[in-house]
């Protein structure tokens, strides 16, 4: 054990922070939720001559590099760098807000785009679903994980998180061994979903 491992080791827990915290994280993924389940059924106009359709590979862009960034946090830790992936690891939650506020923002703004969807009329019709043949349904099982493993990692990412932020290294380590898969998980597929989505934006 290093060093720098062994410094951070034995730092004392903040238990108390750690509760406060907690509190926060379950307020604020229910509060995520709730404007993600909000945004799909509400949709805002913007003024006129404004879009945001340049935003979601934007999206893509963002989950592409948190998914590198959390490589980076990985192999950092399992060589007892500690500070370089606690540093990786606040990047990766930074990009993750980025990608949260810009993805709510442009499904309250503009409608759903569809897979399948040629004529781009949001109604996927006999012929395009033959066009696109069993693609689809690979598309919508990698969509549907992501969007599962999304929703349930969420507060338990948060959890991670706190749980390093206040020296609570055990509980940290047993999050992270399948906190972190699924985190990577989603952020790689996102990008592909955006890759294999592509052709039916406007």
Request: positive net charge; contains cysteine; charged residues 15%.
């Amino acid at each position: 054990m290093n060093d720098q491992r062994v410094q951070w080791l034995s730092r004392p827990p903040r238990e108390e922070l750690a509760k406060k915290l907690s509190i926060a994280a379950w307020i604020l993924t229910a509060a995520i939720l709730a404007l993600v389940g909000l945004m799909r059924q509400v949709k805002i106009p913007l003024p006129e001559g404004m879009s945001l359709a340049f935003l979601p590979p934007f999206h893509a862009a963002v989950n592409a590099v948190a998914a590198i960034v959390l490589v980076i946090a990985f192999i950092a830790v399992m060589k007892g760098h500690i500070a370089l992936h606690r540093r990786m690891i606040t990047v990766a939650m930074g990009l993750s807000v980025l990608f949260l506020l810009s993805y709510v923002a442009y499904h309250f703004t503009h409608n759903e785009v569809k897979f399948g969807d040629v004529n781009l009329d949001g109604i996927i019709d006999a012929s395009e679903r033959a066009q696109v043949g069993g693609m689809r349904t690979v598309y919508l099982l990698l969509l549907v994980s992501h969007i599962v493993l999304a929703a349930v990692s969420l507060p338990f990412i948060l959890f991670t998180f706190i749980a390093g932020w206040t020296n609570q290294f055990s509980a940290h380590r047993r999050l992270a061994r399948w906190v972190f898969p699924m985190w990577l998980y989603v952020a790689v597929t996102g990008p592909v979903c955006y890759w294999m989505l592509r052709p039916y934006y406007p």
